[in-house]
């Protein structure tokens, strides 16, 4: 499914509503944005977080990229554990 927004002047984009409700994102839905410089696309995920980790589900085209958002959100998270103990 394509659909066309806009970006904001404070960069905010708006996913559209039917978007929203197939991949069942409400208010407060927390995402991760990857992008990779060999592609022009961006991929948002829901970020489910549980006690010690964070769980990326696969839905639609992300199922594609699961397993290098997993790595991607678990670099993230070590780049962050390493900044806070230093």
Known sequence: MR????MSSR???????EIRRQ???DTGTRLVIEWSGQS???????????VGEVAIPPAGILR????????YVAQLR?????DTVS
Request: aromatic fraction near 6%; charged fraction near 30%.
């Open 3 to 6: 659909r066309i927004t806009v």
């Open 11 to 17: 960069g905010q984009i708006v996913v559209p509503l």
């Open 23 to 25: 991949v069942k994102w």
């Open 40 to 50: 022009p696309r961006l991929v948002l995920s829901a970020v489910k977080e549980r």
């Open 64 to 71: 594609d990229v699961y397993s290098e958002s997993r790595t």
């Open 78 to 82: 070590a780049e962050a554990d390493r």
